[in-house]
């Protein structure tokens, strides 16, 4: 898969890359990741990419000409991206289904705002997409940008060591992930499950399927109407339920 990020710190974004999976994926050739720093296409001995607000007001626009000359350039460097998409708090919310889904994407542009944000008519022209990564405002869309990443990544096949460790994980299967834990068996007065230290396969399934439905019914009972149970799951559900009856 391939992704290109334009920005104006293109440093800050490359160290994002440098390490963990994403840097894994990069050097298996699973993914082929372009930094590229707008100044590159501005066209003024200053190298300007902001400017003052048509109307007035606090802070600079991102001027939208050095942006769409970006995009040009990589259409004709890497080819046509499937999406062009402006990182931004106003999008669409990314999320786990949304990462599932773009990991299928071929090859994906991610714009990086900064100061007040990109002009208007980027995102009308030049953005095929808008994605917030939350209700929250950065101040800048290299974060963002490697957030993105990162969770698309994990989604391709072979970035992640164990593909098992990515089918596990919270939201794959609906639920949050169940509680995990290592040696020492004892650690500041909290001891491991016994079921872990049993080394009954079924048990410790049967055990983890249950945290993880306990977990998810505790922090995000919003998740529990969109999981899709099995039957043992839903039975597992019950259990749960009439034991936190029993409790109140
Ligand atoms: N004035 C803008 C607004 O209120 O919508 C915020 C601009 S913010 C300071 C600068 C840039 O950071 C944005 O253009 C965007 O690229 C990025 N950014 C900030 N928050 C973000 C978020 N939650 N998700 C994705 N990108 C974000």
Redesign the pocket.
């Known amino acids: 898969m391939k992704f290109d990020i334009v920005t104006i710190f293109p440093r800050m974004v490359e160290a994002g890359l440098a390490e963990g999976v994403v840097s894994r994926g990069i050097e298996r050739g699973i993914l082929s990741v372009q930094v590229h720093d707008l100044r590159t296409y501005t066209t003024d001995r200053h190298r300007t990419v902001d400017d003052v607000p048509y109307g007035g007001g606090p802070g600079m626009v ?1 001027k939208p000409e050095p942006l769409a000359r970006a995009v040009e350039d990589i259409t004709q460097r890497r080819g046509t991206p499937t999406s062009v998409i ?6 669409r919310r990314f999320d786990h289904a949304e990462a599932v889904r773009m990991s299928a994407l071929p090859h994906v542009v991610l714009l ?7 002009d208007e008519r980027v995102r009308t022209g030049v953005a095929t997409d808008e ?11 290299e974060l ?1 940008a490697l957030v993105v990443v990162d969770a698309i990544s994990r989604h391709l096949p072979g970035v992640v060591g164990d593909a098992r460790s990515v089918a596990e994980d919270s939201f794959s299967r609906g639920l949050l992930d169940y509680p995990h834990y290592t040696r020492p068996s004892e650690f500041a007065g909290g001891q491991v499950p016994d079921v872990l230290l049993s080394g009954h396969h079924e048990d410790v399934r049967r055990w983890r399927k249950m945290a993880s439905l306990r977990r998810t019914l505790e922090r995000r009972p919003d998740l529990m109407n969109i999981a899709s149970l099995d039957d043992e799951g839903r039975a597992m559900l019950d259990e749960i339920r009439n034991e936190q009856e029993r409790k109140s």
Do not use: H, K, N, W
């Open positions: 991102m402006l990182l931004s708090p106003q999008g990086c705002g900064r100061y007040e944000g990109i994605l917030s990564i939350g209700d929250f405002v950065l101040s800048g869309g963002a």
